[in-house]
């Protein structure tokens, strides 16, 4: 219900003309509404209930469908939205990740474009609160102070809680956006990887006027984690629960036979769950399952298959599937590949990857409990659980609605679960589904390493083409690689069960080349980047030795990896160094003098180093040869100063 | 087929019903339900699972149940009550009282994601209770070479830990 609008110090900030009403209801709230067409069982985006509850107690709870990923970010966002509030992030506390109690937020990386969500929010919230308080103390919003949650002005003041005592902050949050579906379509096989954006331009902090952000704030968690307290998604036991050990393939595309035998005598609690090639063990005793999994596994017989062409000829066979044209082009191709033919000098270089795992310390694990009313629970570490949410309801068949995904802490996995595939969920709900119980999986560490998902592996081919005064005037780069990630269920696939698409189809073949000779040297670098940035940093360093020194540019520290430019000169630049080839150095086993170049980019920071190293001791001695480590780096601010520490 | 075991876990009794050759990693964690050591590699060689049996680490991924009988098994949950007795804390000051390790780690900001901390935090508890003034080469000596294999953090949390070990040395010298 409707009672009083507080446009007014809004309108000047021009932020509810992007469709979002604001209003205040001073009705007991309905509770938080499932906005049934749009976003099955995720709370409604548009309610600022969803995101942010202020407390009479003068208490924030925040909630975002994002996850703490083991780098500090559920310090970050209680900062992010602390700063906009005007209060102690003390004060806020978090519900990350469970699908029951957050909105969609997308998947949890990019802590920078995953906070802006929460900041605008508070922002909002923030303008909201001065309409409030500047009604209340009879004080125009101008003549507002905030600090620490309580609102000054006109010599009285109120605290937000008291603000919002006995009514309800009935904010609407404008979104944008979708919740995440599957979609064959997709490389990924699902799209809505991002989920509901919060939209419009609230006004918001200037970084000159943080208070919050850069100051010490612990992250809250780790007193739970190092006295034992914090429920890890590894700790969850329910009623009746079996652990599940499972049996593998012989190889990723062996078919199932028979199973093993299971000795009862030895394992009188076990028994061997099977649909497809997905093999289990489960037993109300986890080591009885692990044990007994390992003697079914032996007694297990699968087809061969030798459908993987092995480590030795992985490059051959991606430089001889059949690309076509590249998914990605940029610059004028036919430019360059004239520039190449006709420069007086040009080189050339070829770089392979392999597959890379991303190993967390600590191996996938999931607890499922599907039940016979339809109903399914899991409990995950997975950085997407709305992704992993669409993922399990296309596999079981069931209405998204009826499966809810509880999210708690793990391993660091490092990006591997970004679209809410993978792990053991797939596994968990299967095996729940078949025995009707509540079903824990824990895999190996050696099942982790075979069976998880990959980065993939590339190659890159590399050229550059020189004029008569040394000045780089092209670079050519092209790169080959499968597809990022496969998102499909593990156990799914075993099972013969629906899951999302195979992205074979989606491999990836990228053209890059440069042109820009009206550029100054060096500067021209910065375009010139294929997978992952290897086409710059090849380029970046072939330059640096082929003309025997960093240019003035790339000293002065202006380039940039993507185009944005660092910004700014060093106001002292490195000085000239000559460069040496590493190779120089393995007949010595001595180090020499000289310097070297990189570029970097992660996320929104982007960093253009040079190493500079000296010194003559043997390397077996001297592990860190550098000596400077100079570099341009986009200017920034670190989030917390305790977060720095870590991993320093 | 289970046998029944009285085991000591962090200063208490507890009769738990496993097979001999059962992992301790399993009945600490299944049974007594203490979460602080963790799966990880369950091969010995990542430290996740770590616990002091009689003052000195083990692997309990690998340790069987049966070799724990008669002897102090301390896991994370029962460092300060060890830190308590050691410095004769009365009940009151216990109860508020943290290990200075686990302070420590606290005041450092040493976890990331955490997973491989509670094995951490029992090797510097040992190194600490054997050598009480460590210098840096010390500790970077002990976390790889003294336990049975080196401790093993994927979030590269070394240098906070090293800064940690020390800060929880000058601790524990007042």
Redesign the interface.
């Known amino acids: 219900m409707t009672s009083k609008m507080v446009t007014p110090a809004l309108t000047r900030r021009g932020f509810v003309n992007i469709g979002g009403a604001l209003f205040v209801s001073l009705a007991i709230p309905p509770g938080l509404r499932v906005k049934a067409a749009e976003s099955p069982t995720s709370l409604d985006p548009a309610m600022l209930a969803s995101w942010l509850e202020i407390r009479s107690d003068n208490t924030i709870l925040m909630r975002t469908g994002r996850t703490e990923t083991g780098t500090g970010m559920s310090a970050f966002y209680a900062q992010t939205a602390a700063e906009e509030l005007n209060v102690r992030p003390e004060a806020i506390a978090l519900i990350l990740g469970d699908t029951d109690k957050t909105p969609d937020g997308g998947y949890s990386a990019g802590f920078l474009f995953g906070a802006t969500n929460i900041r605008k929010v508070a922002a909002y919230t923030y303008q909201a609160l001065l309409g409030l308080a500047a009604a209340k103390l009879g004080v125009p919003a101008s003549g507002l102070t905030v600090t620490d949650g309580v609102v000054s002005g006109g010599g009285t003041s109120i605290s937000y809680g008291q603000l919002v005592q006995g009514q309800h902050l009935d904010l609407k949050i404008p979104v944008s956006g979708k919740p995440v579906t599957i979609d064959p379509s997709q490389d990924t096989g699902v799209a809505g990887l991002d989920g509901f954006v919060v939209t419009g331009d609230p006004p918001m902090k200037a970084m000159s006027q943080y208070t919050v952000i850069g100051t010490s704030y612990p992250v809250p968690g780790i007193p739970g984690k190092v006295t034992g307290k914090t429920q890890w998604s590894c700790d969850v036991t329910l009623p009746g629960m079996l652990y599940a050990a499972m049996v593998r393939p012989a190889t990723l595309g062996s078919a199932l036979i028979s199973a093993g035998a299971l000795d009862k005598k030895r394992f009188p609690t076990a028994e061997v769950v099977k649909k497809g090639n997905l093999v289990a063990v489960v037993s109300p005793n986890g080591w009885e399952a692990v044990s007994a999994a390992r003697s079914v596994a032996a007694g297990t017989k699968w087809t061969s298959w030798s459908g993987l062409p092995g480590s030795e000829n992985l490059t051959k066979t991606l430089r001889e599937y059949q690309w076509g044209e590249p998914g990605e082009s940029k610059g004028n191709a036919a430019d360059v590949i004239a520039a190449l033919a006709s420069a007086p000098k040009t080189i050339s270089a070829t770089y392979e990857q392999p597959y890379v795992r991303h190993a967390p310390l600590g191996p996938y694990v999931a607890v499922a409990d599907v039940r016979g009313d339809g109903s399914v629970t899991v409990w995950t570490h997975s950085a997407h659980s709305q992704a992993l949410r669409a993922q399990i309801a296309n596999t079981l068949g069931t209405p998204e609605e009826k499966v809810v995904v509880r999210w708690l802490e793990h391993a660091g996995q490092y990006g591997r679960t970004t679209f809410g595939g993978d792990g053991a969920e797939g596994d968990a709900v299967i095996l729940s589904q078949l025995t009707g119980k509540p079903v824990r999986v824990q895999w190996t560490l050696q099942e982790d390493l075979a069976w998880s998902t990959v980065s993939p592996a590339w190659v890159a081919d590399l050229k550059a083409a020189f004029d008569a005064n040394g000045r780089l005037i092209a670079v050519h780069s092209a790169s080959f690689s499968p597809h990022m990630f496969d998102a499909r269920l593990l156990g799914a696939i075993l099972a013969g069960m629906p899951c999302t698409t195979s992205k074979t189809h989606g491999w990836v073949a990228t053209e890059w080349p440069l042109r820009q000779d009206s550029e100054p040297a060096g500067t021209g670098l910065r375009k010139a980047e294929s997978w992952r940035g290897i086409g710059n940093r090849w380029a970046a360093r072939q330059y640096y030795a082929h003309a025997g020194t960093a240019p003035a540019e790339l000293r002065a520290g202006i380039v940039d990896q993507r185009g944005g430019g660092i910004g700014g000169r060093r106001r002292n630049p490195i000085p000239h160094r000559p460069y040496h080839r590493p190779a120089a150095d393995r007949h010595t086993q001595r180090h020499r003098e000289g310097g070297g170049m990189g570029t970097a980019a992660l996320s929104a920071r982007r960093r253009a180093p040079y190493r500079d190293s000296a010194g003559d001791r043997p390397r077996r001695e001297h592990h860190r040869p550098q000596q400077r480590l100079l570099g341009g780096h986009r200017r920034g601010r670190s989030y917390s100063r305790d977060g720095r520490r870590a991993g320093d | 087929m289970a046998s029944e075991l009285t085991l000591s876990v962090n200063g208490a009794k507890h009769v738990a019903s496993?097979?001999l050759?059962?992992?301790l990693l399993?009945v600490l964690?299944?049974d007594l339900?203490?979460?602080?050591p963790?799966?990880?590699?369950?091969?010995a060689q990542?430290g996740?699972c770590a616990v002091l049996v009689d003052g000195k680490e083990v692997r309990s991924c690998i340790v069987p149940v049966s070799s724990a009988v008669g002897k102090h098994v301390i896991?994370?949950?029962g460092l300060?009550a060890v830190w308590a007795a050691q410095k004769g804390l009365n009940e009151a000051e216990a109860a508020s009282t943290?290990h200075p390790v686990?302070q420590a780690?606290?005041d450092?900001?040493?976890?990331?994601?955490?997973?491989?901390?509670?094995g951490m935090?029992i090797a510097a508890a040992e190194l600490l209770a054997r050598n009480p003034n460590p210098t840096v080469a010390h500790i970077k000596d002990a976390f790889p070479n003294t336990p049975p294999s080196p401790h093993?953090?994927?979030?590269?949390?070394y240098?906070?830990i090293i800064?940690a070990v020390q800060r929880a040395a000058r601790a524990m010298s007042v």
């Open positions: 496993a097979a050759d059962t992992p399993y964690r299944n339900k203490l979460s602080g963790r799966l990880g590699c369950g091969l990542c996740a896991t994370i949950e300060p943290l686990q780690w606290i450092e900001q040493v976890p990331q994601c955490g997973y491989c901390q509670s935090m093993l953090c994927r979030s590269g949390t240098a906070a800064d």
